[in-house]
Structures are given as C-alpha cells and as structure tokens.
C-alpha cells in the first residue's frame, strides 16, 4: 500500500518525502478537525453530568 | 502473493494502530489546547461585556461556536489557581462543555434560593474541574454575572454514580424538599479519565457583592 503510493508519487527522492510529508498533515488535519471530534461523541468517558 | 497479502495486512494494522495513538493524543492533548483558547476568549468577552456590554451575557455573534447557548457568568477557584477562570454557559450538552463549564437547565440561578449547579470536565477539553478533589470545606467558589458577584464556599463532597440526579435538587439528596437556602453543586466525571462516578462538590453562598464594590483581589485567597 505505501510501497505503491511511493512508486506513484513523481519526482526525486527529496520531492516524494516532501509530498509524503504533506499527506500525513494533511490526513492529520482532517481527522483533528472532523473524524475524531465525531468518534468522541460515540465514546462515553467524557460525561461528567449527572441524569 | 501471500507474501503481498500479508505485507498488506502488516501495514493495515500499523496505520490502525496509529489512528488509534493520533485519537488519543487529540483527546488528551489537543482538545485542552482548543478549548483553553477558546473559554480564555468567552471570559475575555464576558468580562469586558460586564464593564461596559450590554446584557452581561455572550452568544454566536461574539463566538460563534456558542451556536444556541449563551455563556453569562464567570466561574472563579481560587484553588485552582489565581488565574482560574471559566465561562458558566447555558445547558449541559456536549457542545457546551467543550466551551466551559455548563449550568443544568432546571436549577437555580446564580445566586438565586436553592441549587446553582454546574457541570464541567475533569479530563479534556479544558479539564476546568480536573483538580476538584482538592476543594475543601471553607475554599471559595466565585460566580461573577454583570449585576452581582456570588461568593460562595465550599460545605462538602460526595461520589454518586451518574444516575443520582438527586445531587442537584434545589435540596441536594432531598427531592422534592422546598429550598430556604442558597446553594451551589459542581459535578465532574470520577475517577480521572473514566465515567463510572460522579465527584460533586456542594457550597452555600455566603456573599452577595454588586458589580460596583466588586474587586477580585479582596476575594482571590482560597478560603475566607
């Protein structure tokens, strides 16, 4: 799976570890802003109210 | 070929893995960082619509991630530091407590006779009761809304299981009983990082100071 994402991306060395690089933030980012704040709400040990 | 397959599969549980470690850095890290920010900027707004604002309460067109909920007081603990100071909003919805500490819809106003109480996180996203087991008896508890400064002080401690709704009646552990006192209850999750208790800590009021002869420094010490 990553051997053929690396085989794919263009360029030189340097320009695919570049590229990877912006990948992983950019996956980093959408799981900070969205998926993980719904995965949240699905788990119970941040309840701190009563009822 | 089940070479490949299980290269695959190694590689599958790896990234599994660490989505696993990246969730458990965003709660325990990153939700603190954002909801810090965040509620430091509802009091700033609250405190400066206390001076010179208008209703004394902050909604969506200063913050818009209030959405529907309006913060309209400030929590202070001295315990928990000189500095401590948090947004009181309206309801107890996720949302909300993501933005500060949340006011159980129901129950007594600031101030008011019977239970003013309150929710908040011990862990994540600000975590500002993470330190309530270090009240004691006499520590004071500070509700700053526009009109009026309530100080009140901590009278005791209990740990109930999260369906013990009775905690916050206008009477603490008596429902149905008509209230004559002023009251305070603050829930948390307990023990840290789980959900199997509530620690509640109850107060009484013991001061009513108008805006005017406010002055935080005369009331920033820990006790009394």
């Known amino acids: 799976m990553y051997a053929a994402l690396w085989r794919v991306l263009p360029g030189p060395v340097w320009a695919k570890a570049v590229q ?4 992983v933030v950019l996956v980093v980012a959408v799981l900070f802003q969205w998926v993980f704040p719904a995965v949240a709400d699905l788990v119970p040990f941040n309840d701190n109210t009563v009822g | 070929m089940i070479r ?5 599969l190694g590689e599958l549980l790896i990234t599994a893995g660490v989505l696993v470690l ?6 325990l890290w990153w939700t603190d960082v954002v909801a810090d920010r965040n509620q430091e900027q509802i009091v700033q707004a609250l405190s400066e619509d206390f001076l010179n604002g208008r209703d004394g309460t902050v909604g969506s ?3 818009p991630d209030l959405g529907q909920d309006r ?5 202070r603990v001295p315990r928990f530091g000189v500095d401590f100071a948090r947004p009181v909003i309206e309801g107890t919805g996720r ?5 500060g500490v949340g006011h159980y819809d129901g129950t007594a106003e600031p101030g008011a006779v019977g239970n003013f ?3 908040g996180h011990r862990t994540t996203y600000g975590k500002p009761f993470h330190t309530i087991e270090t009240l004691r008896a006499g520590d004071r508890v500070i509700v700053e809304t526009k009109p009026t400064v309530f100080v009140y002080e901590v009278t005791s401690h209990e740990i109930v299981r999260p369906w013990q709704t009775e905690v916050i009646a206008p009477v603490p552990d008596e429902p149905g009983t008509a209230p004559t006192e002023r009251l305070l209850t603050m829930t948390s999750c307990h023990p840290k990082y789980s959900a199997t208790y509530r620690y509640v800590t ?10 005017a002869q406010w002055r935080l420094a005369d009331w920033s010490t820990v006790k009394g």
């Not at chain 2, 990246?22 to 709660?27: M, T």
């Open chain 2, 71 to 75: 913060a309209f007081a400030i929590i």
């Open chain 2, 95 to 99: 949302p909300v407590l993501a933005l």
């Open chain 2, 61 to 63: 067109d200063a913050f």
């Open chain 1, 20 to 23: 990877c690089l912006v990948l």
């Open chain 2, 22 to 27: 990246l969730f458990v850095a965003w709660q």
């Open chain 2, 4 to 8: 490949r397959l299980v290269g695959g």
């Open chain 2, 117 to 119: 109480a309150v929710a």
């Open chain 2, 202 to 211: 109850h107060g009484r009021l013991v001061k009513s100071i108008p805006r």
